[in-house]
């Protein structure tokens, strides 16, 4: 006797026991037969990109960035990411297979990437009035006492930049 084992949806049949190799049995006594389904899983890998810095977990759970970018789910599941961004980071979206919202359809193999970014930095760009600007500005004795305690500051950013000319 042959048996037929039909996996349901998003399920594979992972093998046979007490039964014959392909669930053919002999039946010359009792015998019980079990086919064995395994569920199909697929694979979500999560980048971290960006300046900034942050964790990503996962539910349902598998996922938890720092220390796993990668889990198996099962197929067609669910998945919603979750990011926190670092103190000073900031969250600045999803991108790859993920929708704007995190959640992702394992109906294959998908990749997302969480992107941090690091605050813009406001510094201080100061010029004081030094002997050595003097002479490379062009600056006449005259002038420099007249302004030897001055200075100049502008705020600037990472991205910004500040151009001097005599």
Same mark, same amino acid.
């Given at each position: 006797?042959?048996?037929?084992?039909?996996?349901?949806?998003?399920?594979?049949?992972?093998?046979?026991? &007490?039964?014959?190799?392909?669930?053919?049995?002999?039946? %010359?006594?009792?015998? !019980? /037969?079990? @086919?064995? =389904? #395994? +569920?199909?899983?697929?694979?979500?890998?999560?980048?971290?990109?960006?300046?900034?810095? &942050?964790?990503?977990?996962?539910?349902?759970?598998?996922? %938890?960035?720092?220390? !796993? /970018?990668? @889990?198996? =789910? #099962? +197929?067609?599941?669910?998945?919603?990411?979750?990011?926190?961004?670092?103190?000073?980071?900031?969250?600045?979206?999803?991108?790859?297979?993920?929708?704007?919202?995190?959640?992702?359809?394992?109906?294959?193999?998908?990749?997302?990437?969480?992107?941090?970014?690091?605050?813009?930095?406001?510094?201080?760009?100061?010029?004081?009035?030094?002997?050595?600007?003097?002479?490379?500005?062009?600056?006449?004795?005259?002038?420099?006492?007249?302004?030897?305690?001055?200075?100049?500051?502008?705020?600037?950013?990472?991205?910004?930049?500040?151009?001097?000319?005599?």
């Amino acid at each position: 006797m042959t048996l037929t084992a039909t996996p349901g949806a998003g399920s594979t049949l992972a093998g046979w026991s &007490g039964c014959d190799a392909g669930g053919t049995v002999t039946m %010359d006594a009792d015998k !019980t /037969c079990t @086919a064995t =389904f #395994n +569920l199909i899983t697929r694979t979500l890998t999560v980048a971290k990109v960006g300046l900034g810095g &942050g964790s990503v977990t996962s539910s349902p759970a598998g996922i %938890d960035c720092g220390a !796993t /970018c990668s @889990a198996s =789910f #099962n +197929l067609s599941a669910a998945v919603t990411l979750t990011a926190t961004p670092d103190s000073g980071s900031v969250f600045a979206g999803w991108g790859g297979a993920c929708a704007v919202d995190g959640t992702v359809t394992m109906d294959a193999d998908k990749a997302c990437t969480a992107t941090f970014k690091a605050p813009d930095l406001v510094q201080t760009l100061v010029l004081m009035n030094t002997a050595r600007m003097q002479s490379q500005m062009g600056i006449t004795p005259a002038q420099a006492t007249r302004s030897r305690s001055s200075c100049a500051s502008w705020p600037t950013t990472r991205t910004s930049s500040v151009t001097l000319w005599t």
